[in-house]
């Protein structure tokens, strides 16, 4: 069955430093995301990403934030200068299609990037 | 702004039970309404999913509903199993939020045996 594949499955980094996580969707799919997880909170949406660029973002996706889709298969999501608060589990997600009338579709979640900021 | 519940927080059940999760939505505008398992430390695995037309969808023991006037969704889980035990999410695709999805804290169900 096809699934969402994230790199690695953890990642320890140093304050400051840039990390870029890594994520190859299902293989038609054409909308891409990034959610996250702090331990014992909600799943908070970050970005949406479609056709080579940011279809919608949340407040918590500020300019230490971006989205790269490199080649035909992976989808990058890299944070600049972590902080400890980036702490968190990294979630990819892929839907086959969007838009007005077809909001219908079914979100895939890849294993998660755990990023621990020290 | 779109606010997701579900309760309870958490449920121990005895293996065998027949159980009832539930999630309440604020606004009653939704796209659709998703179902998910994770399991400890892991990703999400998607259950479910109920469009805005439909009441309800079922795959093997699990049974969702949809009641979007009264913003709410009940996943039923028939004869529980050990291997059941997980933090159950729902979320929801609201008009107002674009292509995102709103999740609830989710429930931790432990099935003993």
């Known amino acids: 069955e096809p699934e969402v594949t994230q790199t690695p499955s953890h990642q320890v980094t140093q304050m400051g430093q840039e990390v870029i996580l890594r994520c190859v969707p299902i293989?038609?799919?054409?909308?891409f995301y990034w959610y996250r997880q702090i331990l014992g909170q909600k799943v908070e949406f970050l970005v949406s990403?479609?056709?080579?660029?940011?279809?919608?973002k949340s407040e918590i996706f500020d300019d230490q934030f971006s989205v790269e889709r490199p080649d035909g298969s992976n989808f990058t999501l890299k944070i600049r200068s972590t902080k400890l608060e980036d702490s968190a589990m990294y979630f990819c997600?892929?839907?086959?299609?969007?838009?007005?009338?077809?909001?219908?579709?079914?979100?895939?979640f890849g294993q998660g990037t755990r990023l621990t900021v020290v | 702004k779109q606010e997701v519940t579900q309760i309870p927080a958490a449920l121990s059940v005895p293996e065998g039970e027949n159980l009832v999760l539930n999630c309440s939505f604020t606004?009653?505008?939704?796209?659709?309404l998703q179902w998910f398992r994770q399991d400890p430390g892991k990703g999400l695995t998607s259950l479910l999913l109920?469009?805005?037309?439909?009441r309800e969808q079922t795959s093997g023991r699990l049974n969702a509903s949809l009641d979007k006037s009264s913003g709410r969704s009940t996943l039923y889980i028939a004869a529980s199993q050990p291997g059941d035990s997980a933090t159950y999410l729902c979320?929801?695709?609201?008009?107002?939020?674009?292509?995102?999805?709103?999740f609830g804290k989710g429930t931790s169900l432990l099935v003993t045996p």
């Open positions: 997600a892929s839907t086959i299609r969007e838009g007005q009338g077809m909001m219908n579709t079914e979100a895939f």
């Open positions: 293989s038609n799919h054409l909308y």
């Open positions: 990403f479609y056709n080579n660029e940011i279809s919608e």
């Open positions: 606004d009653s505008a939704i796209y659709n």
């Open positions: 109920i469009q805005s037309s439909q």
């Open positions: 979320a929801v695709r609201t008009s107002n939020s674009g292509y995102a999805l709103n």
